[in-house]
């Protein structure tokens, strides 16, 4: 009988262990730590709220928070928008439908590592992007779109919506396979028209998907990294710098753990809030199973 | 009569041209959108072709080499050690996958289909851990990971990654559509909880298993971050890691980065490509469950 009792803390333990070992205790520790002054080298001592009073006052740190909003700004719409083209145009029945589906998928697999060099070369000063621009005639002289502080933000950021769209493109055509067909057959019988049929069926249907994307999206918009460390390294002039960026090289390159950490606290916060967002939404929204 | 079927021809001729104009113009889109994506793929990929002679910025950009070599890609495998770095990203992604759904569906199963004291604070704690962003642990865990003895070893770089809050969710919403009468037969048939699990429950539940494997595999033989912060032993890189130094030291010759972005594409697009069923629908069980 008391065997029984312990069986499902046992079918837990490992899993625990791990979300405890790796997660909740240094969630601890790095709260513990943006208290205190910790290069590694010798002991963290305890200087209180310091770090954040610095941060505060860091132009650097504000400039990487404001590049990190201008991503989510401008990353999220077009990652919630962008895919619902992509998945009614491939949510037909019609030959090699499933070709195009992958091939739209395979961005989404290449690692981020592949996607920055293919796209730095085609940014380069006489790579595609300029030449396709200059035969359509919209800019006359060539741009280094990784190299000028007023578009390496952007151009890293066309990267990440290119690389999502495939991703998210999938989530919306679950979502429009989900909805039942002979909602639409009712819909013709009673003499709807198509646009009537998107705007009273597909959208409104469509709705609890698109919370799940722009949740998402904006959470990883929050935290984007790789992009920005493989093609311009935060550069030109911390033009392109980004949140996570500033808190890895704070950590890894200055070895200012402590001060990291109250960046990282910071980037807590701020999930945080996407994430409570993220609940109530879903929870209002009952109907996503 | 004969009027009104002239009619009637016409406009099954005009039905015709517009539904196979319209076809026309989906596939033009489709192909125009392919282009988009697979472009800087395929732009690398004629770069990795050009010969040395061949002036690669040359303006306007060329997309058919003159010659089609393939020597920048035997110079590449001579100084980039892709099988280690291949082998290192497949073990640290075999044992992430492995560990992740066997810890998740461990503790799903109780949180599904079974009464204790707690469950409802345990799963709240676990489903919590969703809203920490890696990127503020990593740092702890680094400390903690080098303190074990973890830096540059598989251990380090797959421990972390072991137990997901989705994926005990996941595995938990499929362990609680199972009918609850299959336990309670197999029980009375003597099986013990961990018969019950892996021999009833497990087979079950497959189709989630595969969706929790493909956004594993996923993550982690994508993952850059983490596999940079613990990894400083050049024999221990993944696959990103190697690649990313790759572009690092050749930055002079640009047909050999080509050729090392192709060579470390191919395994992953390869395995999309065998099981992209099982990627598509994985993706689409993940969004309308998660």
């Not at chain 1, 790095?30 to 709220?49: K, P, Q, R, V």
């Not at chain 2, 503020?136 to 990971?145: E, G, K, Q, R, W």
Request: aromatic share 14%; proline share 4%; hydrophobic share 55%.
């Amino acid at each position: 009988m008391k065997r029984q009792k312990l069986t499902p803390y046992l079918f837990l333990i490992p899993g625990c262990i791990i979300l405890g070992a790796f997660i909740f205790y240094p969630m601890l520790q790095a709260i513990w730590l943006s208290l205190t002054e910790f290069n590694m080298i010798e002991d963290a001592t305890f200087i209180g709220l310091e770090n954040y009073e610095n941060l505060l006052q860091d132009d650097l740190f504000w400039q990487t928070l404001m590049n990190t909003f201008i991503y989510l700004i401008g990353v999220v719409p077009a990652l919630v928008i962008i895919p619902i083209f992509l998945a009614v145009l491939v949510n037909q029945n019609i030959k090699g439908i499933s070709f195009f589906r992958s091939a739209f998928f395979i961005p989404v697999v290449t690692s981020l590592v592949v996607a920055g060099i293919a796209w730095d070369w085609v940014y380069k000063e006489h790579g595609l992007l300029n030449y396709a621009l200059e035969v359509v005639g919209i800019i006359t002289e060539p741009i280094g779109w990784l190299t000028s502080t007023s578009t390496a933000l952007f151009a890293v950021m066309v990267v990440t919506v290119w690389k999502g769209l495939g991703y998210y493109m999938i989530i919306y055509l679950a979502g429009l396979q989900s909805i039942p067909s002979d909602l639409y057959e009712a819909a013709k019988i009673d003499g709807a028209n198509w646009w009537q049929q998107v705007t009273r069926i597909t959208i409104p249907m469509l709705m609890p998907f698109v919370l799940v994307v722009s949740i998402m999206s904006s959470i990883s918009a929050m935290k984007v990294f790789e992009e920005i460390y493989v093609m311009t390294g935060g550069g030109p002039l911390h033009s392109s710098e980004t949140l996570v960026f500033y808190i890895y090289t704070e950590a890894f390159s200055n070895l200012n753990m402590g001060y990291a950490s109250a960046a990282g606290v910071i980037l807590f916060i701020f999930t945080l809030i996407l994430s409570i967002i993220n609940l109530k939404v879903m929870g209002k929204k009952g109907n996503i199973r | 009569m004969a009027l009104s079927s002239v009619k009637n021809d016409e406009k099954t001729i005009t039905r015709k041209l517009w539904s196979v104009s319209k076809k026309l113009l989906i596939y033009l889109l489709l192909i125009f959108i392919t282009l988009f994506m697979l472009g800087p793929f395929i732009w690398l990929l004629s770069t990795a072709l050009k010969s040395g002679g061949e002036n690669i910025f040359q303006y306007p950009p060329k997309l058919i080499p003159d010659q089609v070599t393939f020597t920048n890609f035997v110079k590449v495998m001579e100084t980039f050690p892709f099988w280690r770095y291949l082998f290192n990203s497949t073990i640290v992604t075999v044992l992430t996958v492995i560990f992740n759904v066997l810890f998740c569906s461990l503790a799903a199963y109780p949180l599904a289909r079974m009464y204790f004291k707690g469950k409802n604070i345990i799963f709240i704690l676990i489903l919590s851990t969703m809203m920490i962003p890696f990127q503020l642990l990593m740092i702890p865990i680094y400390i903690m990971s080098l303190n074990l003895g973890l830096g540059n070893t598989y251990a380090g770089m797959v421990l972390p990654h072991i137990t997901t809050a989705f994926g005990v969710f996941l595995m938990r919403q499929a362990f609680t559509v199972i009918p609850k009468e299959l336990d309670e037969s197999a029980r009375i048939d003597g099986a013990n909880s961990f018969q019950i699990w892996f021999r009833i429950l497990m087979p079950l539940v497959k189709p989630s298993m595969v969706t929790l494997a493909i956004f594993t595999f996923i993550s982690a033989w994508g993952d850059f971050l983490w596999p940079l912060i613990i990894v400083s032993d050049q024999d221990m890189y993944t696959l990103p890691l190697g690649l990313n130094m790759l572009s690092g030291t050749f930055t002079s010759d640009w047909r050999l980065i080509a050729a090392g972005a192709i060579i470390s594409m191919i395994p992953v697009v390869l395995f999309f490509l065998f099981l992209q069923r099982y990627f598509i629908s994985g993706v689409m069980k993940g969004a309308v469950k998660g």
